[in-house]
T-cell receptor, first 114, second 114 residues
């Protein structure tokens, strides 16, 4: 079945350094979503990418969707302590008709040293 | 506006017992999904309900069941609890049923099985 893999599993950076997490799917995705989960919190939606090669920016965050729609990345420029958390990508897998299940990667835990 | 609410916040059960978890979606959202998240992993899809019908099921045993009520709130039931059922159970609501909808997660119910 469809798998969504993320690397790295952990990333520790000094405040001000950049950070990138990568997401790869075994199958082509109709879209990909990114979520952030703070320690002790719940996942919060960041963005959705739909088009092949799409690039979206949110302040210091840049999201990309691969040309083949099988991979994606999240890049954070000049990390801050508020960026700490686990970043998940998630892709839908259609299970019949318009029914689907959202498959999450294992996430990348980002810690930032002030 | 109120977000997704879940109850209870925490729960401790013993093996073999049964548990019911509750979720109220954001007003106007007709879709509710349930996820299981164990420490260090991404959320694992359990069920999706839309307009009171099951629209997706993950790879969980029949001990897991759910339903959605006319007001779109939902319950997740787990029978014959096992130690491995200990996890954070997340409920997420979305406007529509399709794969392009942003998921709004609740704070979760932390279940501990002893």
């Amino acid at each position: 079945g469809q798998q969504v893999m993320q690397i790295p599993q952990y990333q520790h950076v000094q405040e001000g350094e950049d950070f990138t997490t990568y997401c790869n799917s075994s199958t082509t995705l109709s879209n990909i979503q990114w979520y952030k989960q703070r320690p002790g919190g719940h996942p919060v939606f960041l963005i959705q990418l739909v088009k092949s090669g799409e690039v979206k920016k949110q302040k210091r965050l840049t999201f990309q969707f691969g040309e083949a729609k099988k991979n994606s990345s999240l890049h954070i420029t000049a990390t801050q302590t508020t960026d700490v958390g686990t970043y998940f990508c998630a892709g839908p897998r259609v299970v019949g008709g318009s029914n689907y299940k959202l498959t999450f990667g294992k996430g990348t835990l980002l810690t930032v040293n002030p | 506006d109120a977000g997704v609410t879940q109850s209870p916040t925490h729960l401790i059960k013993t093996r073999g017992q049964q548990v019911t978890l509750r979720c109220s979606p954001i007003s106007g959202h007709k879709s509710v999904s349930w996820y299981q998240q164990v420490l260090g992993q991404g959320p694992q899809f359990i069920f999706q309900y839309y307009e009171k019908e099951e629209r997706g099921r993950g790879n969980f045993p029949d001990r897991f069941s759910a339903r959605q009520f006319p007001n779109y709130s939902s319950e997740l039931n787990v029978n014959a609890l096992l130690l491995g059922d200990s996890a954070l159970y997340l409920c997420a609501s979305s406007l529509g049923q399709g794969a392009y909808n942003e998921q709004f997660f609740g704070p979760g119910t932390r279940l501990t099985v002893l």
